[in-house]
C-alpha cells in the first residue's frame, strides 16, 4: 500500500551475525501466538522490518504473552517493547523490559486480578506505575553495568492486563513511550491512545472513600479523573523518566482492541488504505487464525520498514 511499491523485499534476506558464545542472544525474525479466555480471544505477533531484514540487524521489537495463576483467577499480560534505535543491543535491552515486567507481573498477579476485578482504578495505577518505574530503572542499571550511556540500552514499554474470568470485561493498558491503542467497534477505527502523565510521579496507593469516583470504572477510553483538590500536586519527575501511560476500558461484545509498537502504528495513522483494510479483516466478533493475522499484520506500506509488533483482542 502507498504510492508506491516498498524499496526492501516481502522476506527475511540477510540474518543478524551471531556470537559462539551468545546464541541466547539471537531474535527470530517473526513470532506469533495466541490464546481465549473467557470472552475474549488474543492474537500476537512481532516481526522484524523490512529495513532490518534487508540490513541483518535483529528485531528490536520484543513480545511477551504469559498467564499467570489458573482457572477463572487467571491474569494474562502482553508486554511488548522496542529498543533504541541505532544501538547495537537495542534486542537486549526491549528483551529484558519485558522480562522485568513480567517477573512483576508475576509475583503480584493475585493481587492485579483482584484490584482489575474491582476496577480499582487509583490502585492499579499507582502499583502499576511503580513497577514501571522500576522496570525503567533496572535498565539504567543494566547500561551502567555494560558501559553504555543510558539513552543507549532503554526501551518503549506497552502491555495489556487481561483477567480470564469471563465476568470481568475490565482491560487494563500501561506503558511508557510512543506506540498506539486502538479500538475498532462498529468497524470505525478510535485512536485511544492515553495521554501521558509525566507530571505524576508514582505514588503509593490510598484506601478509597466511600464516595470516591476514581476507583470506580472509567469508561472515558483516556479521558483523565479530575485531580483531587485536597491533595498537593506532587514535585515533577526527573527528566529521564519516561511518562507513564494508563488506562482503564469496559469491553463491549463485538469490539476489537489493538495494541501495538509504533512500526504498525505509525501506517495505521497515516495510511488509509491500511486503517481501512484491516477494519474489513478485523471487524466482527470472530478473531482470525494465527495464520491470517499474521498476514494482516505484515501488509506492508511504502515508506514504513520498521518492526511491527501487534496484539489484538476480540471479544465475544
Do not use: N
Not at 480471544?41 to 540490513?55: F, I
Not at 547500561?143 to 474470568?165: F, H, K, N, S, V
Not at 510512543?178 to 505524576?200: V, Y
Not at 479521558?223 to 519516561?242: K, N, T, W
Amino acid at each position: 500500500m502507498g504510492s508506491g511499491p516498498p524499496t526492501y523485499d516481502p522476506e527475511p534476506t540477510a540474518l543478524p551475525e551471531a556470537e559462539p558464545e551468545e546464541l541466547g542472544e539471537l531474535v527470530p525474525d517473526t513470532v506469533l501466538d495466541g490464546a481465549r479466555y473467557g470472552t475474549w480471544t488474543l492474537r500476537s505477533v512481532s516481526l522484524s522490518g523490512d529495513s532490518a531484514r534487508y540490513r541483518g540487524e535483529p528485531r528490536r521489537d520484543a513480545l511477551l504473552t504469559a498467564r499467570f495463576g489458573t482457572g477463572e483467577h487467571a491474569l494474562v499480560l502482553v508486554a511488548m517493547a522496542t529498543g533504541a534505535r541505532a544501538t547495537p543491543e537495542a534486542h537486549l535491552a526491549a528483551a529484558e523490559a519485558c522480562r522485568w515486567i513480567g517477573r512483576a507481573v508475576g509475583r503480584s498477579h493475585r493481587r492485579l486480578a483482584e484490584d482489575i476485578r474491582a476496577t480499582r482504578r487509583a490502585d492499579l495505577k499507582a502499583g502499576l506505575h511503580r513497577l514501571t518505574d522500576r522496570g525503567l530503572g533496572r535498565l539504567r542499571a543494566s547500561a551502567a553495568e555494560r558501559g553504555a550511556r543510558p539513552e543507549e540500552y532503554t526501551a518503549t514499554l506497552r502491555c495489556l492486563l487481561l483477567p480470564a474470568d469471563p465476568y470481568c470485561r475490565t482491560r487494563v493498558f500501561f506503558g511508557v513511550g510512543d506506540g498506539g491503542l486502538f479500538l475498532l467497534r462498529d468497524g470505525t477505527w478510535r485512536d485511544i491512545e492515553p495521554r501521558a502523565t509525566a507530571d505524576e510521579p508514582p505514588a503509593p496507593p490510598r484506601a478509597p472513600g466511600p464516595a470516591e469516583d476514581d476507583d470506580r470504572l472509567t469508561l472515558d477510553l483516556g479521558l483523565p479523573a479530575p485531580p483531587d483538590p485536597y491533595e498537593p500536586r506532587p514535585e515533577p519527575p526527573p527528566p529521564a523518566r519516561d511518562p507513564f501511560r494508563f488506562q482503564v476500558s469496559l469491553a463491549r461484545p463485538g469490539d476489537a482492541l489493538l495494541m501495538c509498537t509504533q512500526g504498525l502504528a505509525e501506517p495505521l495513522r497515516g495510511e488509509p488504505a491500511l486503517s481501512a483494510y484491516l477494519s474489513r479483516r478485523w471487524s466482527g466478533r470472530r478473531a482470525p487464525g494465527l495464520a491470517a493475522f499474521l498476514a494482516d499484520a505484515r501488509v506492508r506500506v511504502k515508506g514504513y520498514a520498521d518492526d511491527r509488533t501487534a496484539a489484538a483482542l476480540w471479544e465475544a
